[in-house]
T-cell receptor, first 113, second 111 residues
Framework: AQSVTQLGSHVSVSEGALVLLRCNYSSSVPPYLFWYVQYPNQGLQLLLKYTSAATLVKGINGFEAEFKKSETSFHLTKPSAHMSDAAEYFCAVSHTGRRALTFGSGTRLQVQP | DGGITQSPKYLFRKEGQNVTLSCEQNLNHDAMYWYRQDPGQGLRLIYYSQIVNDFQKGDIAEGYSVSREKKESFPLTVTSAQKNPTAFYLC??????????FGEGSRLTVL
């Protein structure tokens, strides 16, 4: 079964600092991978997705992620954190044979002024 | 605007009662999903439907039921058999591109 592991349930950075949120996947076949963001008491919004085209994927709000097959990773980065980036971030992988996604447990990002 | 509408946003239930959460989409998507979110556990799949009049159990279907009589609608019933129903419930849909589009969620609290 496919799964994702997000390392670090909480990450705190200073405004203007690099954001790095980690995601590792397990999959027996090339996966589709996604990053979503959730603000309090809201649904999830897609940040970016990897579908086996370019390994470096650019998303909304200045975020990007790099697919590294050798490391089975899909870490999310942003060069300079903004206060509005404070939210919970979820990595997800698609299931072979069904279209539902499997989500990681999430990482809450805090941005300190 | 196209999107997914969930209602109600907040719902309170007494133990032993069934409740139904509504999910409607106007994105013309074939597939629809229900997820449950608990703190620190991410999202867990309850049920999904890839076409009208068909649906499959997800990872935590016990105590829940669904129907898919129309393409636009995928209601979720939380039955009295669900032992820990207090949670945030999210409905989603997807089309050919594969990503899920989510509603704003429904927060159910059992009193």
């Amino acid at each position: 079964a496919q799964s994702v592991t997000q390392l670090g349930s909480h990450v705190s950075v200073s405004e203007g600092a690099l954001v790095l949120l980690r995601c590792n996947y397990s999959s027996s076949v090339p996966p589709y991978l996604f990053w979503y963001v959730q603000y309090p008491n809201q649904g999830l919004q897609l940040l970016l997705k990897y579908t086996s085209a370019a390994t470096l994927v650019k998303g909304i709000n200045g975020f990007e992620a790099e697919f590294k097959k050798s490391e089975t990773s899909f870490h999310l980065t942003k060069p300079s954190a903004h206060m509005s980036d404070a939210a919970e971030y979820f990595c997800a992988v698609s299931h072979t044979g069904r279209r539902a996604l499997t989500f990681g447990s999430g990482t809450r990002l805090q941005v300190q002024p | 605007d196209g999107g997914i509408t969930q209602s109600p946003k907040y719902l309170f239930r007494k133990e032993g009662q069934n409740v139904t959460l509504s999910c409607e989409q106007n994105l013309n998507h074939d597939a629809m999903y229900w997820y449950r979110q608990d703190p620190g556990q991410g999202l867990r799949l309850i049920y999904y439907s890839q076409i009208v009049n068909d649906f499959q159990k997800g990872d935590i279907a016990e105590g829940y039921s669904v129907s898919r009589e129309k393409k636009e609608s995928f209601p979720l019933t939380v039955t009295s058999a669900q032992k820990n129903p207090t949670a945030f419930y999210l409905c989603a849909s997807s089309g050919e591109t594969g990503e899920l589009f989510f509603g704003e969620g429904s927060r159910l609290t059992v009193l």
